[in-house]
């Protein structure tokens, strides 16, 4: 517990500070990324339509005068297909080992029977735990109080909750829930911190974000996003990208017809990174082939797919 007395003539106030581990996990498209950028206030996490979007485990903080909440965004539960995908099931098993809080996030068309191996090792967890009914902007009265039972009756001990992330609604009331259940603790970051990734980190992930908004079909899923170079002064930001892929025919499709298609991604993931660092960027972006990466323990090592 930590303890700011502070002397008021006679009177001495004890103000405690709470902080702790808030993890969030669920299967893939149910609004996590969506609700962790709720959360946390900023472009945390990608957020877009397709499934396993987020790849990686991402920690957003935040920050009151008497209270830091870390909130951790994992990858959607899925079984996995290939080494890539394991990593990705690694990280969200492994946020179900240092929580303080667990937010399991559903919504109201998904089958709540959906992965009950994991389901089963989160009903067997001893922290408290809010299962979120996203999406209920969606649904009708009835459709949500069938949804309700089906789950109390799989997660007995957890709290349910139903929100909408996109409108906002239910977070507020989320967030002071949040608040009563952290326990009494120092700050585990300082106060000026917003995640505990680093700049370049979020520059993959933006021109990836991009990739999957312009390219179809399986092309996303075969890319990965390295920053050879990082460079700041007080004006700019030169950034230097290479884009992997696992195929000489997806290199070609990600170039497009005389470097047009890789031209506007690049010229929209840079308007991004433009808003995120709030300074004019200068972006090169190139192209390589990784043959198969997705499979190799020692790409997926070097490329930071690593939950220990």
């Known amino acids: 517990m930590l303890l700011s007395p502070v002397a008021y003539g006679k009177n001495v106030k004890i103000q405690m500070h709470k902080a702790g581990f808030v993890n969030i996990v669920g299967n893939p498209n149910v609004g996590k990324s969506t609700l962790m950028n709720q959360l946390v206030g900023e472009r ?6 397709k499934a396993q979007t987020t790849r990686h485990r991402i920690m957003g903080i935040v920050n009151t005068d008497d209270m830091q909440i870390v909130f951790s965004d994992t990858p959607g539960v899925l079984k996995p297909n290939y080494k890539l995908q394991e990593s990705m ?16 996030v559903t919504d ?19 922290i408290p735990v809010l299962l979120l009914i996203n999406k209920i902007d969606e649904s009708d009265q009835k459709t949500l109080g069938d949804l309700v039972e ?76 390295k920053v050879e170079s990082f460079k700041e002064d007080e004006r700019h930001i030169h950034i230097r990208a290479i884009i992997y892929v696992e195929r000489d025919s997806q290199k070609g499709i990600i170039i497009g017809h005389q470097g047009i298609a890789l031209k506007k991604m690049s010229t929209e993931a840079r308007k991004s990174l433009e808003r995120f660092f709030g300074k004019p960027i200068y972006l090169e972006t190139y192209v390589k082939v990784d043959k198969d990466w997705r499979s190799s323990k020692r790409e997926l090592d070097n490329f930071g797919y690593n939950p220990e």
């Open 150 to 225: 089906k789950w109390h009756s799989l997660l007995p001990d957890a709290e349910i909750l139903p929100i909408s992330a996109k409108n906002k609604f239910g977070v507020d009331m989320l967030l002071r829930r949040i608040k009563e259940l952290l326990p009494d603790s120092p700050p585990y970051f300082d106060k000026d911190q917003l995640t505990d990734k680093p700049a370049r980190f979020f520059v993959s992930e933006i021109i990836r974000e991009k990739i999957l908004l312009y390219y179809d079909k399986e092309i996303p899923y075969s890319v990965e996003v």
């Open 108 to 126: 109201v068309v998904e089958n709540p029977e959906k992965n009950m191996d994991f389901l089963e090792k989160v009903r067997k967890m001893t």
């Open 44 to 49: 945390i996490s990608i957020a877009t339509f």
């Open 89 to 104: 099931l690694a990280f969200s098993e492994s946020a179900l080992k240092d929580a303080d809080v667990l937010l399991y």
